[in-house]
Structures are given as structure tokens and as C-alpha cells.
């Protein structure tokens, strides 16, 4: 039995085909999400990866903020739930999953069976997701991927505010046109999304063992800086922006199993 | 056209009285105007037995901001209160009626206008300004009753002095504004059709206790407009007392108002999110979840055999309360009613109720050991919510509830 979860997130689109509801046998991903032709060409890649057509798929579920609009799914359910499986697939005994996309944060606690128990998420503001670090990348001429790199570097990260991420662009111009070193100011920027998501963390029974998923987990700075603020340690698999696309094939296999 | 029994168009239904009752509050309003009478606007909080007992009419500003923002103009009446320079980080309620009183005509929700305001604190803060303002701006005289906040658990015999006194002070205004007069009698009458209406109204309420619910809980946002303006009316008594009746009706024939399999019960806290109450309720009734429950329904009952009995009803009105005692009630409500999760408006426009809830729903959860979830949304002002986030976390909602009962 082979399962397909799609997960179509608002930057990006991922998906992973299951075998058996227990080994992955491709996945994809793309760099655009809702709303462009990233989640076709994520569906197609995996699918030629494998070397299968849509009809070898016996499942497809849908998840991420663009399951409504995907025509060509089995079953729909939200990221929470992927999340929840493809963390606890990756860490089996998970108990805190922090996932970090594009426009939302959310914190879910997983109870002993592997089951999503509770949740939060961020509010409207973009402060605190991968949103907020696009912005501040653009201002900063940094890539992304490259704030870990040079947050590594900071001797005295700034004070970047996380209530609102016009608010916090400001303060970086502030910050630069005062002499701040771009190192500390991405380190300060970092630390931003990181206390801003962990009082999320910090309303939940928060458990061990915590791990992060999610575009924004690849950010060593972040997931630092939230070990930090936590005090316990984030857990980390190169798949964490996958979890999603992972957890809907899980999603997926499992309601096959019990027609 | 056939009209199916129980509808808005069926002239017996409640459903149908109740509409009517709740716009014949307004156009006895717009009549007495235009008789010369005084006409008042008022909080919905404040004490109704008063105007009501002396006859005079009231228009509710809270009840006129939900139906302009249900109808869709929210948006522009907010703009137009920020266009004078009001922060839109105020209430949109407030909002809405600061810009009801510069235009003076909205078609979506017309109310005369004002010769005095009565305003009562014990709601939230805000009110207190924007009476304030309106008082200021359209240069009537503002009566306004202060009841505290009770940290609390029981409303002291001081607190009820504190209160009688004003109340008092309040009707020998009302009497001097309107040149009409407070009649023991009659305020009598209106308390017991008060009370008669609220009894009848937590009577209906409370019969979503039964599997599956006799109605759709969304029909209570509606309904309690006629809470709101006319509970001391016979008729809306009477209009109650009937929907009460085709409740246990439904319960008996096995039928509901909630037009679908009801998988899931919950309750849902905060005010609407008026502009956007079809989203929402779809968003439950496409999932098979009946929010079967609200304490914003059942606080307009107010129950009580005195004139001392009804100032401590309006000292206990939910945003007058302390968290352990609103906690508590929030909680009996639950077990009695029997629910599987609590979605939790968080409301940009209600700083005091939203700012307590989430401690509240937190310990709601636990003490019912029920999933909660929060969304971000607005009880006027449509710009503060997301159709896309608030159906990931109903999503989220649903999916735990489905695996709790699963018993996975």
C-alpha cells in the first residue's frame, strides 16, 4: 500500500510517499506554496521519483493551508495532526512538537499513545513565524539559511522586540543605523521568534521530549535560542520541514488500515 | 410557498415572535421619537427594569453595532470612528456607535437618536469613555452606574447599598429627564416578567443537556437580542416560554434545529464574531460539531424576587466576576450540558474577556478534561480575523476530539 501526504504550506509545498504505513519511499519539496505551481510540481516530483502514477497511490491526504483548494486528495486533515505523526514517527516518545512555517507557529502536546492532546497558536501577527524572518532577511541582505552562520558569529546579540514585526523591522533599521553589528542583529532577530514562540511552548504542560519542525527548524540560531529560553533540548531531524507532508501519509495509511 | 413549521416564517414559531419582538424594540423607539417622547440608548448591562418600569423607551448601541457588523457594514463604521481619530484598538462595538452618532443613518441598523445615555460599568471599561464621549459630543445627559469589579465570591450587603443608591439617584433622573413617574407597582409587573422571560429563557438553554442537542446553538446569538431589549416585556415572556416548549418538542420527536449528525458538542466562549457568524458556523456544522453551549446566552437571564435581588444580579453579571467564580460557572455549564471541547473567541474587540480567558479556558480544560482551542477574531470589526486560521484550529479541534472519542 502506498500513501501520499501533500503538505501545502504558504512558502513552500512538500509531499512523501509512504509504503505500508511504515517506510518512506520519496519525498519532495518546492518553494512555493498556495496559490502556485509548487504543490503540482512537488506531487509530480515524487511521483517520479518512485516511478509511479497517481493511480499506484492508494491514499492522498491533504494538509497545510492549502488542503481545501487540492483537488486530487483522499482525505484532508490540518498540519496540527501531520505534524503531531511525522514528529512522533521521526522521535518515537515525543511529547512537544514546535513547528515554526511560514505564516503560523503552533506548539502541540502529544500525549503517551502518540495522539495530538492540545495545541496552541500564534495570533495574526507574523512575529514569531518564518514570515517575520523573510522580512528580516530582506532588510538585513542575508539569506535565511545563512542567519545560523552569522548569528554564530555575535558577541553581543541585540534586543529586537517580537510584538509586532513592523515594529521590530524599525528597531533593526535603528539598530544598524546605530552601528550593530549585522551578526548581532540577526542573533537578536533569531532570539525574537525564539522567546516569542516558546511562551507559546510555555502555556502547554510542556514535556521531554521537545523537537522542532517546520521551515524555520533548520535555523540553528532559533532552535538554540529556544533550547535556551526552554531549558530543555530541541530535538532536530534534517526531515523537520518534511513532518507535515510526512505525518499526512501516516494520516493516510492509518485510515486505509481500517476499512 | 409551503412555510415549514418552527421557521422565521411561520407566524406561531418562536422563532418568528422572537424576530419580531426584537425590531418592534426599535420601531417603538422610532414611534415614541417621533411622538416627542425622550428615547434613551443604553448598555446592555444596565439595570432595563428601570427605563422599562417608567416607561421609557431605550435603544441598546451593543445590540444595534452586532446587527450592523452581522449585516455587513461593520468595516465602514469602524473606518469612519478611526477617520475621527478613535484608535481601532478600541471596541468595534464602540467604534460602530461613536460613528452611528456623526452619520446618524445606517439602513443596516437605524435607531433614533439619543436624549440621554444610561451606561453601567459593570460590562468593561471602554463603555465607560465611549458613553462618556457621546454624552460629550451629542451634548445629552449621561446617566452612569458604578458597579466594581468583585474580586469576591458573594456581593456584600455594602455592595448592594453602593449600588441601591445610585439606582435610586438613577430613576429621580430618569423622572427629571422624562417627566415620568417610578410606580412600585409597575416595576412589580416588570420584574415578574423579567424574571418569567429569563426562566423560560435558561430553561431552553439548559435543554442542550439532551443527546443530540434540541437546537443549534447559533439560534441562541439570535435569540438573546430579545434578552438584551425586551426581557421585561410580557411578550417576550410568552415568546420564551414557547421556545421552550418546541425545544422539548424536538427532544420528544428526536428532531433539532442543528441540521446535521451531531458528533460533537461544544461551548463556545466570547461574543459572536458577528461579521463573520456564517463562517464560523459552518465552519462547526460542516464537521458535525453543535456548539451546544455559551455563557454569553445565559448571562442575560437574570433571576430574582426584590428590588435588592435584582441589584445583585446585575453585580454578577460575567464580566463583573472574579476568574474562580466565573471559572466555576463556566464549568457547571460544561458537566451539566456535557460537551467535548471548548473553542474560545478571542476577540480583539473585549480586552477584559478576552485578556482573562486564556488562564480561564485553561483551567476549564482541565477541570472538565476537555481540548481547548482559540481563535483570533473580532465581534464587529471583520478585519480581525482569518478564515483560513480559524479553520485550521476547528480542524485541530475536531481531529482531537474524533481521536479522544476513538479512544486512540
Redesign the interface.
Known sequence: MLTLGIDIGSTTAKCAVLEDGRDFRAVSLRDSGVGTDGPQAAFEGVLAELGVSRRDIDCVCATG?GR?AWQDADL??????CHCLGGVYVFPGLRTLIDIGGQ?AKVISIDA?G???????N??CAAGTGRFLDVMAALLRCPVDSFAEAAARSKSPASISNTCTVFAESEVISQLAAGAAVEDVIAGVCRSVATRVGSLAR?LDMREPVCMSGGVARNAAVREALSEYLQVPVLFDERAQLFGAMGAAIYAAKRKSKE | MEVRKGSSQDPNSAKYKLNQIAAKAYSDAQAAKERGEKVGWCASNFPVELPETLGIPVCYPENQAAGIAARGQGEKLCSIAEDEGYSNDICAYARISLAYAKIKDEPAQNMPMPDFMLCCNNICSCMTKWYENLSKELDIPLIMIDIPFNPDNEVSRDEIEYVKAQFLEAVRQLEEITGKKWSDERFREVMANSCRTSRAWLEATALAAARPSPFNGFDLLNHMAVMVTARGKPEAAEAMELLAREYRENIENGTSTFRAEEKYRIMFEGIACWPWLRVTSTGLKSRGINMVSTIYADAFGFIYDDFDGMIEAYCKVPNAINLETARDKRVRLCNNIGVDGLLVH?NRSCKLWSGFM?EMS?QI?EACGI????F?GDQADPR?F?E??Y???V??LT??MA?RKAG?
Open positions: 493551508y481545501a484532508r486533515a490540518s498540519e496540527l495532526t503560523d499513545g495522539s495530538m492532546a492540545e495545541f496552541v497558536m495570533d495574526k502555556r | 478571542t486564556p485553561r480544560g481540548p481547548v482551542v482559540s483570533d480581525n482569518s483560513a486560521q479553520d485550521t484550529r480542524q485541530g481531529e482531537i481521536s486512540e
